[in-house]
């Protein structure tokens, strides 16, 4: 009943929320894979030429993350600051195509990564200033199918214009596209979001005179609880296994076919996204009752795919392996959002935490796309796969082991609890 009435009263907002993940998809889509492609194919460059474009974005990111995390937190103006870095990530694009040189490709990324850091810890905090803690599974759930389905939207316009245009063309659209991104960000509207939820705010979390500002809970008392070292661990491992698959699957589909290499990473972009929608959804549901069950199948699923690629190097194989990145992308889409709510509910740290988090996402990007390159470059592409694949495998023992379930509360979180409710800052 709860969640019927919330869906009526903020329908609008809920539906601007979809189309906002739907289009931010269009706009991101082009500085992952298709950035490895248009630098492989176009401009010949070498895999560690783009594990260093690639790399700077990620550095960027890292950096970025907890002071945009700490913005969004201290922020009424959430709405405004998705559409600002949507504006500087379309900018960056045509920049993409513009420059010459890596000097010059690497500042260009570093401004981008900047900009992008802030769309996920923005959509989250927006989500859960409408909708609550109790309903977040479901509404992530969602937010992630519409993504993918964007991805899905673009993945098809972008082989299409890859093939039948110029490669470079793909950047273009996808600044063109960002158009939609600021307008469904400011269609939200801006009394539907409750800002010391979306924080992460208890009710006695708040001042007494109710007021926009709230108390939080200091870093020291947060680390207190160790799932959150642990948590973060298994960020960088996801990621580190993770990141450089993609691009590593593109390099291979554009060797000795440049022109056709926009069309295969189209369908290797689109026969994962497709999976993503249900998996998402599936998800949230899942997640309702457990976090760690479908985050460990994530980590499996990663670590499979890994070993898939080195079986074969035909195009329609990788395309076919790539299907299950559909899986593992849409469980650790839906789940580092959940988990992060539940490590900082009543803290009024939840922007800043995902923040963190995010930081150690991009520390793992970082590290998959900068190592991976030298190593396929010095050991071959098969040496890679299996690399990011025994990552996977650290990763999914270290979370298996190491990480209690977030969806109910451990007898041994009680000391770091109550140093969080003691141990607050302004």
């Given at each position: 009943?709860?969640?019927?009435?919330?869906?009526s009263k903020n329908?609008?907002?809920?539906?601007?929320?979809?189309?906002?993940?739907?289009?931010?998809?269009?706009?991101?889509?082009?500085?992952?894979?298709?950035?490895?492609?248009?630098?492989?194919?176009?401009?010949?460059?070498?895999?560690?030429?783009?594990?260093?474009?690639?790399?700077?974005?990620?550095?960027?990111?890292?950096?970025?993350?907890?002071?945009?995390?700490?913005?969004?937190?201290?922020?009424?103006?959430?709405?405004?600051?998705?559409?600002?870095?949507?504006?500087?990530?379309a900018l960056g694009c045509i920049a993409t195509v513009s420059v010459q040189g890596l000097a010059w490709m690497v500042v260009i990324q570093v401004l981008v990564g900047i900009a992008a850091a802030v769309f996920p810890i923005a959509i989250a905090a927006v989500s859960l200033g409408i909708v609550g803690k109790q309903n977040l599974a479901g509404r992530v759930g969602r937010n992630e199918a519409f993504n993918h389905a964007g991805n899905v939207s673009f993945a098809l316009l972008a082989g299409l214009i890859g093939t039948y245009i110029s490669q470079a063309s793909i950047f273009y659209a996808s600044a063109?596209?960002?158009?939609?991104?600021?307008?469904?960000?400011?269609?939200?509207?801006?009394?539907?979001?409750?800002?010391?939820?979306?924080?992460?705010?208890?009710?006695?979390?708040?001042?007494?005179?109710?007021?926009?500002?709230?108390?939080?809970?200091?870093?020291?008392?947060?680390?207190?609880?160790?799932?959150?070292?642990?948590?973060?661990?298994?960020?960088?491992?996801?990621?580190?296994?993770?990141?450089?698959?993609?691009?590593?699957?593109?390099?291979?589909?554009?060797?000795?076919?440049?022109h056709d290499s926009s069309f295969f990473m189209s369908a290797c972009i689109l026969v994962a996204q497709f999976v993503m929608v249900p998996v998402a959804l599936v998800t949230g549901k899942v997640a309702?009752?457990?976090?760690?069950?479908?985050?460990?199948?994530?980590?499996?699923?990663?670590?499979?795919?890994?070993?898939?690629?080195?079986?074969?190097?035909?195009?329609?194989?990788?395309?076919?392996v790539q299907s299950l990145d559909g899986v593992g992308a849409a469980v650790f889409g839906v789940l580092w959002v959940l988990i992060t709510a539940d490590l900082a509910k009543g803290t009024g740290r939840f922007n800043s935490?995902?923040?963190?988090?995010q930081a150690c996402l991009g520390i793992g990007a970082f590290l998959s796309n900068f190592i991976a390159g030298f190593v396929v470059k010095n050991l071959g592409y098969d040496v890679g796969f299996l690399m990011l694949a025994g990552i996977a495998v650290a990763g999914s023992a270290l979370f298996y082991f190491a990480m209690p379930e977030t969806k109910a509360s451990q007898p041994w979180q009680a000391e770091a609890s109550s140093i969080a409710l003691t141990e607050v800052v302004q």
């Open positions: 009943m709860q969640a019927k009435t919330m869906s329908n609008r907002s809920l539906r601007a929320l979809d189309w906002l993940n739907f289009s931010m998809a269009d706009v991101l889509t082009g500085l992952g894979p298709f950035l490895a492609i248009y630098l492989t194919a176009s401009r010949h460059w070498n895999p560690a030429q783009v594990g260093i474009v690639l790399s700077a974005q990620g550095l960027a990111t890292v950096a970025a993350q907890v002071p945009a995390g700490e913005a969004i937190d201290a922020s009424r103006r959430k709405r405004w600051l998705i559409a600002a870095a949507a504006t500087a990530v063109f596209l960002a158009i939609g991104t600021v307008a469904a960000a400011l269609a939200i509207r801006g009394k539907d979001i409750d800002h010391k939820r979306a924080r992460g705010a208890d009710e006695e979390m708040c001042d007494s005179d109710c007021g926009s500002a709230v108390k939080t809970a200091s870093w020291r008392a947060l680390l207190a609880d160790r799932r959150i070292p642990i948590f973060a661990a298994s960020v960088v491992l996801f990621h580190f296994a993770n990141a450089a698959m993609l691009p590593l699957v593109g390099e291979l589909l554009s060797i000795g076919r440049p309702a009752r457990s976090r760690k069950f479908p985050f460990l199948v994530g980590f499996g699923v990663l670590a499979l795919r890994g070993v898939l690629y080195t079986l074969s190097h035909n195009s329609l194989y990788l395309v076919a935490l995902q923040g963190a988090i």
